[in-house]
């Protein structure tokens, strides 16, 4: 069996990232606790102080850093990323070792890097949101000691406000940053829109470095990182590509099957109740759910609903709809292509907010918790809804969690899949990993009909006799994706755990093993 | 003598508000020190959360308030505020007894609320930038029995990050919220701009209050107090008369005395190294210091110069700079009156900042930091350049810190005042109280000529044989006024301190005592 923690057979030598052995995942409906917030050590400025520094080199030593600390990223650039891999260089050939990685996701990009780091001793642990590649074929395959830990967006936030993550020093790349150290991402040359992960480094890091190519005029406006969280600012030739912002998981579909699962998430959402004029919603990336947000833009034209606000990871036709009146307000964490990013710059509707607020489970009040209808993608779904986005069907680590159990959250949450992908089923009686718990998922969408979670019967009724929408149980839906790719050998595993995924509060939903070569 | 703690006689009774012996004040040229932060306790807002709370009575039940604990208030609607009175109103007929009063400042309309809730015992101690009026008169009659810590903004924004001061509940008053608490203060009946003394406290207080009269859809924007932040949200019928938040410190001069200061204050700016393309200045309130900025324009216009950002405390012939395109950038903590506030709305270029940012002695860099040319105003000054703005000629508490000593920073720092007040002399032998050091101050502007502190040789040399800028020594100044006024009768204290007047590192450069009846 699987999935040990899941099912609350949790091993004690499951800890956390304080030593604690790890609670086991209870329940999405997070109750109301007190928490006791850490805060940075500030070394002050005297009133003469400058924060410019020549090189990164210089910058690494100025920080501080030493072995065993923390060192924090944000993947905002994405696959156009260059700062990554100049800072790990440096301080690889520096000599650190022992250092925890502590990035706000891992992208392609990085991890070559990472890999050597780790085989190099510079990097012994890692907590990220994502894993794919050769880092997550490494780490799957049994070369790290220490488990990495995978959280969402959301629980990363709450982890940093908490101390489970101490970062020690955030290397930030900034599009723009004055001599002071205020910074935006919305001019310069490598524009990507919200800073959203890295105002939370900012926040509770202890050293802030920032990273740019373009020193702008004191003061820098709009201020997204203020100067009063940054110890230094180094300007290097360039830190990164927009135009690879966009690539990935965020291309545009002509495939028809996910035409038509994307039109039938739109029948989904225009048919409930959460269809009104107010309401709210984030379509994420992947190649259906992108496609939603044009279904969606007819829908609302036609029925004249105009949303109170998109949230998410956004991309560009998410912007144009706020651009065409149909949304009142774009809430803004990330931009994952050039075009959304640059929306932000142009209109003040678009507004940036950081990662706690997007999705932190332990704040005040996130803006999840306000979300009306989530579109969400998944590489498997099991007959009792669970989520797996983390592991591919042969085990491996090939996924990130991003938001998917934070927005998972809405009133309707919609998860959007093919039955099958190739040779491999979608729907299946057993994940290799489970990510998001099934009892925060509400329907799931594919080419052929959806399914309910028995749990919503009030959504049984309002999609029932209705020809757009054929429903299935998860039992039909799982025995039609097994009976066009049949029944997969399991995987082995061997006893090693190479990673924890975390639920959004902290707790331990469950682990990925070692696969078996 | 009077001077106690500027001449470095620390007694041992006077003690901080963590109960430590008093610092004395030594240096305004801060060294760079390591500063543990602190953070609020958070209780966390379940998915399902709401925050808006019926009336003042019962979310001071919810808040949890308990006799002991520290309260604080804003004071950006100033004489125009009506939510202060309402709150302390239900505090009282609750029955709390012995909180601290921390709020970002006291103007005349709290007054008389304050004294009540002290001879009642609700409140048994006050920290405030300022104080004037029958509270200042109150307090200097020795009828507290704890003194009173009188802080400047940045000091207070510095004894909230490190735990000196800390708030339990913070009761801010926005002039718009949605029913999830982001909120800002350019939008609703009461506009008033610039949130920043409020941020401080909502970023720190444990329970956080927003009160309002205009309930916004969600998400309401700009942000500048996010949801993640807030507890709490409740409508009342009013929050204020905005048209009041101009009255008192800034009216605009007619007095010719006071133009011809505010011209000599213009030819020391213009005639000095700093008057460049790109410079910065904050002008401040205070008839003269307000009339400066009408100067200042006219000859940025003769000269083809422009400025960089202005800093502040801002008025509206500041914005009308702005729009000009005279100045770049404002970089606004708070807003004088209703036509600033509403500039914040118009002008992106009008950046809303907090009091850390502005004036923070332990962050990472304020802005006080990088500013060029700074007016401030002076109830005395004496021929060590030290000043006092804080009591009367009589001894009284009378007036404010404000951002007096942070502003000081400034590379240019100029006192403007009259030599002498109807019968009372401005340059005198000994300050009744020292709040702004000498160091800081490097040019007095008085009606007949300016006095250079003798540390600023540079400056000799920049403004002589300037027939516009008569120079004079303090003591000749100090003279002059004497010929007119004479010597007043020194006044007579008890040995009863009734308020600490800390330095902005929180040092004590003075402590105020008990004027003999």
Chains 1, 2 share one sequence.
Do not use: W
């Not at 099991?382 to 938001?403: E, K, P, Q």
């Amino acid at each position: 069996m699987k999935r040990v923690i899941f099912m609350n057979k949790i091993e004690s030598t499951f800890k956390n990232s304080l030593g604690q052995t790890y609670e086991p995942f209870k329940t999405a409906d997070l109750e109301s606790l007190e928490i006791e917030r850490v805060a940075p050590k500030v070394k002050t400025m005297p009133t003469t102080g400058t924060k410019r520094v020549d090189d990164i080199q210089e910058v690494i030593k100025r920080t501080g850093l030493k072995d065993g600390m923390t060192i924090s990223f944000h993947h905002h650039l994405r696959e156009g990323d260059y700062v990554f891999n100049q800072v790990m260089t440096e301080i690889k050939n520096m000599g650190f070792k022992d250092l925890t990685l502590a990035p706000s996701s891992l992208t392609n990009v990085m991890n070559d890097m990472v890999v050597e780091c780790v085989k190099a001793g510079v990097i012994t642990s890692i907590t990220s949101s994502g894993m794919r590649g050769s880092l997550g074929e490494f780490v799957s395959s049994g070369q790290m000691e220490n488990p990495v830990i995978l959280r969402s967006h959301g629980n990363r936030a709450r982890a940093i406000e908490c101390g489970e993550i101490k970062i020690d020093v955030a290397f930030l790349a900034v599009p723009c940053s004055d001599d002071y150290g205020n910074a935006n991402a919305v001019n310069g040359k490598a524009v990507f829109g919200s800073l959203g992960y890295a105002r939370v480094d900012a926040q509770y890091a202890d050293k802030v470095v920032l990273i740019t190519d373009t020193i702008c005029g004191y003061p820098n406006t709009p201020i997204s990182i203020p100067q009063t969280q940054v110890d230094f600012v180094v300007k290097v030739e360039e830190i990164g590509n927009p135009d690879k912002i966009g690539a990935g998981a965020t291309r545009f579909t002509k495939d028809p099957k996910e035409l038509k699962i994307a039109e039938m998430v739109n029948n989904v959402i225009v048919n409930s109740e959460y269809f009104k004029d107010g309401f709210s919603f984030q379509t994420g990336t992947g190649g259906a759910a992108l496609a939603v947000t044009r279904y969606l833009r007819n829908s609302m034209i036609a029925n004249n609903v105009k949303a109170s606000f998109a949230l998410g990871g956004i991309t560009r036709p998410t912007v144009d709809l706020l651009e065409e009146g149909l949304i009142d307000t774009i809430v803004d964490v990330q931009d994952f292509d050039k075009g959304a990013a640059l929306g932000m710059a142009e209109n003040a509707k678009q507004q940036e907010i950081d990662a706690s607020f997007y999705a932190g489970p332990h704040n005040k009040g996130a803006v999840v918790n306000k979300l009306d209808v989530v579109i969400l993608s998944a590489l498997e779904i099991d007959t009792n809804f669970n989520v797996n986005v983390m592991t591919g069907s042969d085990g491996v680590l090939r996924g990130a969690i991003g938001g998917h159990q934070d927005a998972a959250n809405a009133k309707l949450t919609i998860i959007s899949a093919p039955l099958v992908r190739g040779r491999l089923a979608t729907i299946v009686n057993e994940l290799t990993t489970v990510v998001t718990p099934g009892e925060s998922i509400d329907v799931v969408v594919t080419e052929i009909g959806i399914a309910i979670n028995p749990a919503r019967q009030d959504l049984m009724e309002q999609f029932k006799n209705n020809p757009s929408i054929p429903v299935f149980t998860m039992a039909e839906l799982q025995a039609r994706a097994e009976k066009i790719v049949g029944v997969p050998e399991p995987i082995e595993y061997t006893d090693k755990v190479v990673a924890y995924v975390e639920y959004r509060d902290g707790s331990l939903i469950d682990v990925v093993k070692q696969v078996k070569e």
